[in-house]
Structure formats: C-alpha cells, structure tokens
C-alpha cells in the first residue's frame, strides 16, 4: 500500500499530469515507478544477504579448497613434523565453528540455500523488467514525441544514456541468471568444491555492479523527471488565487501565491469601511478540503502579523493538484466565530 501511495503521488507531480497523452502516460508513469521499485529495492537487500552469507560461509568453512590429497583443509586442528623421534608442533590453528547460522540445524550448505534465494530474486527481477521496458517505452513515446526529439534535445539524450545504463544493468543480471547462476548450482549439486570461492565472489561482485549501475539510473532518473519533455509538454503555469468579501462592515480579502502544489504564501486582510486595515478578528483558521479524493480537512493556524493581517508563509498546502475548498473560521469574539468559505482550482 505505501508503494502504491507513492508512486501515485509521483505520478500527482509528475509529467504524466501534463502530457498530451494523459490517458497512455499515467498507467504507463505507475507501473514503470512500481516495478523498477522492487526491482531495484530487492537487489539492494541482494547484496545485503549475498555479502552476509559469503562471509558466514568462510566463516563456517564451506568456502575451503580441500588440500593435497583430498584431505578436507579444515579437518586438521595442528599439523605436526617428526624428525629423529622428536615431535615439533609447526602449525596450531582452531577448528572452524560448527555452530549454523540462522538457526539451521540441517546438513545442507548455507550457500546453497542462498542459491535458492537468488533464483527466487532472479524471476521476480525478470518479471519487473520486463513490465519496466513496456511501461519505459509506452512513456518515451508520449514524452519525448519522436525519434529526432531522441537525439536532438537534451531530454532525450538524457533518456538515451538511461536506456543504455538499463541495457548494461540488464546484460550483468542475465549473465548471472543464465549462466553464473546454474553453474554454482551444478557445482553445489556434484559437490564441486574447486572454483566454488571464486564463483561466489564473482557472483558477489556482479551484484553489487548491478546496485551501482542501478543507483546511476536512478540519477539520471532524476535529471529526467526535473526536465522538460521533448514533446513540449511543461506544467501549466500557476495562477494566484485572490478574492475580496464583505465582512462585517468592511472587507476580507484572501490570497495564495503562487497557487500550486507544496509552496504557498497564503494572506487574509481585514479592512474597514473606509479601506484601511482594521483589528476585525483575534484569530483566523484555515481548513482545507479535496472532496474529488476525500483528502481533508487540513487545519492550520495563520500567524498574526500586523493590524488585520494574517499569513502563512512557505506553506506546503495546499499539497496537491486539483479544485479546493477552502474555509477561513475566524474568531471575532468569544460568542462569534462566522466562516468564509471559497473554491480554489491548483495547477
């Protein structure tokens, strides 16, 4: 659910709101935003798990190439020399601990097991890359508009090292799927010691290349999703919101600046009859409604700061896009307390 919430609030600032293919872009901006989410989010913890099993393997001795003559390395505690019936000690070294991590008491190898993991993490990965290259295409199409806009703007020189970056990510997790993969499994399986180590660390390194090339994607994620679209497509340009009433013999007058999303200055003025700021409340209260997504009410309280003045200033509301209501409850006395409501469209 939080993955959905926020992807859904990407695509609620996103250039899907603003494409000329709304209806194509926004599916396409959820599934691309999801799935590249926990495909990028589990190879993270692949990493985490792969170094913390390699190392607990060398730590149990899974990871010992067995010595000369097919006697186990970790067998022997000392090793000693006998020469003319004197017995001299040349090596001393503890025996590997027997005790299994993570509560297995079985004889299977911890790495094994991890082998299991990473075929489990490898269909998972392929399923979302697969939904992430449908959904990446379906929005290069509606973003950057056509193929010389690929070239020609930086927008889409930008999408094209993020393609080839995708490309590079891609070719390391299919070489570990298709080939590293089953070769530490065949060699698990045979009981294949010699090589296993240097797989391991092999596949160990491949992983975390993979998470690197991942986090440089994400920057040029980054870049993309500041920039203007090749297709022209740019937010529309925010309109200040201000209304002037009547309030009890003279005037409310009410503003927000610039009237968008997350960063506003919202103002309330009371002036008398005679157009002059006059003290006509103790206190104002703003509230805040979005019946379209039965988001509300926000309450806050606006701060006082000269006669008959009351702002909020860097104010993150309202939050989001979309047509607003908005009341002022307002305290002029212990007894009166009236409310001004209005209506208040945010691009």
């Given at each position: 659910?939080g ?8 695509v ?17 901006d959820?599934?691309h ?7 990028l989010g ?9 170094h913390?099993?390699?190392?607990a ?5 899974e990871m ?21 019936g ?5 090596l001393?070294?503890p ?22 993991l ?21 929005l ?19 999408l ?8 590079l990510?891609?070719v ?6 298709l ?14 010691s ?13 992983v ?6 991942a ?9 993309l ?8 497509a740019?937010p ?30 919202i103002?309330?003025?009371?002036t008398?009859a ?6 006509m ?11 379209s997504q039965?988001v509300?009410?926000?309450e ?7 006669v008959?003045?009351?702002v909020l200033?860097d104010?993150?509301?309202?939050p989001i ?22 209506v208040?469209?945010v691009?």
């Amino acid at each position: 659910y939080g993955m959905l919430l926020s992807a859904g609030a990407f695509v609620a600032f996103g250039h899907a709101l603003v494409s000329p293919e709304r209806w194509l872009s926004t599916p396409a901006d959820v599934v691309h935003v999801v799935f590249a989410a926990v495909w990028l989010g589990g190879l993270v913890g692949l990493v985490h798990v792969l170094h913390s099993r390699v190392r607990a393997a060398r730590r149990l001795g899974e990871m010992r190439a067995p010595a000369p003559g097919g006697v186990p390395a970790s067998l022997p505690t000392s090793v000693r020399l006998t020469t003319g019936g004197t017995s001299t000690a040349v090596l001393e070294r503890p025996a590997p601990p027997t005790d299994r991590p993570w509560g297995r008491d079985d004889e299977s190898s911890v790495l094994s097991g991890t082998i299991d993991l990473v075929n489990r993490f490898s269909t998972m990965a392929g399923f979302s890359i697969a939904l992430v290259l449908v959904a990446g295409t379906l929005l290069a199409i509606a973003e950057v508009g056509s193929i010389a806009n690929l070239f020609e703007t930086g927008y889409g020189q930008t999408l094209l090292v993020k393609i080839a970056l995708v490309g590079l990510l891609i070719v390391v997790a299919g070489y570990n799927r298709l080939l590293l993969v089953p070769w530490l499994s065949a060699a698990e399986a045979r009981g294949q010691s010699e090589g296993l180590a240097a797989g391991w660390r092999r596949l160990l390194a491949t992983v975390r290349l993979e998470a690197v090339i991942a986090v440089v994607i994400l920057a040029a994620s980054a870049v993309l999703a500041n920039g203007v679209p090749s297709n022209g497509a740019t937010p529309p340009t925010p309109v200040p919101f201000a209304r002037t009433v009547p309030f009890d013999g003279g005037h409310l007058s009410f503003g927000i600046t610039p009237n968008q999303a997350l960063v506003n200055n919202i103002s309330v003025q009371f002036t008398g009859a005679n157009g002059s700021p006059a003290e006509m409340a103790e206190s104002v209260s703003l509230y805040l409604n979005l019946p379209s997504q039965n988001v509300g009410p926000i309450e806050t309280d606006m701060k006082k700061v000269g006669v008959g003045r009351f702002v909020l200033a860097d104010s993150p509301n309202p939050p989001i896009v979309g047509t607003w209501e908005i009341t002022l409850q307002i305290q002029v006395s212990e007894f009166s307390q009236p409310d001004v409501s209005f209506v208040d469209k945010v691009q």
